[in-house]
């Protein structure tokens, strides 16, 4: 059992907004027992007392966007860069029944979530780069719906197949004709099968989030009616009525800037000032490293990061939700799971024009409310004790997120020196 666990003096970010300068948060039993201001944690006694003067207390980073195939080793580090929450978007169902056994008994690494398998056709997306990264071509084991892609493209067989495994947190579909990309064109899911299966998911209570790489397949997701999208593009600037796209089913994007800077070649240099971040060091061995300021470049000619930080712009000024995320995956040059979360935080605010604020709430109380997570993503009494501090004020310098102070997930302090 956890102690239960008092902080004061902190300036707390509940996910929202700032509730305290010096105000305080107990925990106790995984959960949050009490929170607010300084006057009423007097009487207040626990286990452990922790004065946090100078540091910021918020809600554990929630990654929205992430492929989780090595194992908890992997949850393990994103846990280490205060993402207590991951949101898997490709997987197989057995994988993710595992990882979530194991994420229930240790609290050292992070919880969880996942699409499982995504919603494509017979050699359709993603099936170039499971080809591309495997080294036994002939002994790829297809891990989506490919395989089967002439049962479920006629049919609403897929969203019937998952509502059953509890594993399916949400259906992740896949809009892909590779138009922005290097390398052949990709069959696409007509506009009739996308739109029925957004319906049968919604029947199911289950949420959609699309990958689409580019202008005209984004637009054509939103228009079958998605929830969210799980990529911003970069093969054009944005065009006016993406921004009515979006508000007409009053779809989420979940904007991918490290994708785009490593299709694109861009932000090498902010990439190499993060991974030089002492903390960083710490966490990241030299090939991670390597990998982490690799850059994949498989956009074609034109594409640039600019035009997806437009969209973001574009997006947040017209008040659609930004859920942030990354796609980050081990071996996928340009990312590193639990880091990149920080440097997508840090290109919304220095490239994109949203506020610090808004920067976090997009890694927590966002996220909380478009996939409806109740227990995690604010800072309120009865949720779990997710939390992270840092020092100083990542609420006026978003570069703040990686001065790490303290990770708790469930209530439970992560040993920062293993
Ligand atoms: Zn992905």
Same mark, same amino acid.
């Given at each position: 059992m956890a102690p239960s666990t008092l902080i004061t003096n902190a300036r707390i970010f509940d996910g929202e907004n700032i509730i305290a300068e010096g105000g305080f948060i107990l925990f106790e039993k995984g959960l949050i027992k009490e929170i607010g201001t300084v006057e009423s944690s007097v009487t207040l006694t626990a286990d452990i007392t922790i004065d946090a003067s100078g540091h910021t207390i918020l809600p554990g980073l929630i990654d929205a966007h992430v492929h989780i195939h090595e194992g908890s080793i992997e949850l393990a580090q994103a846990l280490k860069f205060g993402v207590t929450t991951v949101l898997d978007l490709f997987n197989e169902p057995e994988n993710i029944?595992?990882?979530?056994?194991?994420?229930? =008994?240790?609290? !050292?690494?992070? !919880?969880? =979530?996942?699409?499982?398998?995504? *919603?494509?056709?017979?050699?359709?997306?993603?099936?170039?780069?499971?080809?591309?990264?495997?080294?036994?071509? %002939?002994?790829?084991r297809f891990p989506n719906l490919g395989t089967r892609g002439a049962e479920y493209s006629g049919?609403?067989?897929?969203?019937?197949?998952?509502?059953? =495994?509890?594993?399916?947190?949400?259906?992740?579909?896949m809009h892909e004709s590779g138009a922005c990309l290097l390398g052949n064109p990709l069959p696409l899911p007509s506009h009739e099968l996308q739109s029925a299966l957004v319906q049968a998911a919604h029947k199911h209570g289950l949420i959609t989030i699309a990958h689409a790489l580019s202008q005209k397949d984004?637009?054509?997701?939103?228009?079958?009616?998605?929830?969210?999208?799980?990529?911003?593009?970069?093969?054009? *600037?944005?065009?006016? %009525?993406?921004?009515?796209?979006?508000?007409?089913?009053?779809?989420?994007?979940?904007?991918?800037?490290?994708?785009?800077a490593t299709l694109t070649g861009a932000e090498k240099p902010s990439t190499e000032r993060f991974v030089r971040h002492p903390f960083v060091g710490k966490f990241l061995d030299s090939r991670m490293k390597t990998c982490y300021c690799g850059r994949i470049m498989m956009g074609k000619e034109g594409c640039k990061?600019?035009?997806?930080?437009?969209?973001?712009?574009?997006?947040? %000024?017209?008040? @659609?939700?930004?859920?942030?995320?990354? !796609? *980050?995956?081990?071996?996928?040059?340009?990312?590193? @799971?639990?880091?990149?979360?920080?440097? %997508?935080?840090?290109?919304?605010?220095?490239?994109?024009?949203?506020?610090?604020?808004? *920067?976090?709430?997009?890694?927590?109380?966002t996220t909380a409310r478009r996939f409806s997570f109740e227990d995690r993503g604010r800072l309120v009494k009865g949720m779990r004790a997710d939390v992270l501090m840092v020092k100083g004020d990542p609420t006026k310098d978003i570069s703040r997120t990686l001065e790490i102070g303290g990770i708790w997930r469930g209530g439970v302090a992560l040993d920062m020196d293993n």
């Open positions: 029944a595992k990882l979530k056994r194991e994420s229930s =008994k240790r609290p !050292d690494i992070a !919880d969880i =979530k996942s699409a499982c398998y995504a *919603a494509t056709i017979k050699d359709g997306w993603p099936r170039p780069v499971i080809l591309a990264t495997m080294e036994d071509k %002939e002994a790829v049919s609403l067989a897929l969203v019937e197949h998952v509502t059953d =495994k509890l594993e399916f947190s949400y259906i992740k579909l984004t637009l054509a997701i939103l228009a079958a009616g998605t929830d969210g999208l799980a990529h911003s593009f970069c093969d054009e *600037a944005p065009r006016d %009525e993406l921004l009515a796209a979006y508000r007409k089913y009053n779809s989420f994007l979940v904007p991918t800037l490290v994708i785009s990061s600019e035009y997806s930080y437009q969209i973001v712009r574009m997006l947040n %000024e017209g008040g @659609i939700d930004i859920v942030a995320g990354t !796609d *980050a995956a081990t071996g996928l040059e340009g990312t590193a @799971i639990g880091l990149s979360l920080h440097q %997508e935080l840090s290109l919304y605010v220095e490239r994109c024009g949203m506020t610090p604020l808004q *920067a976090l709430r997009s890694a927590t109380s």
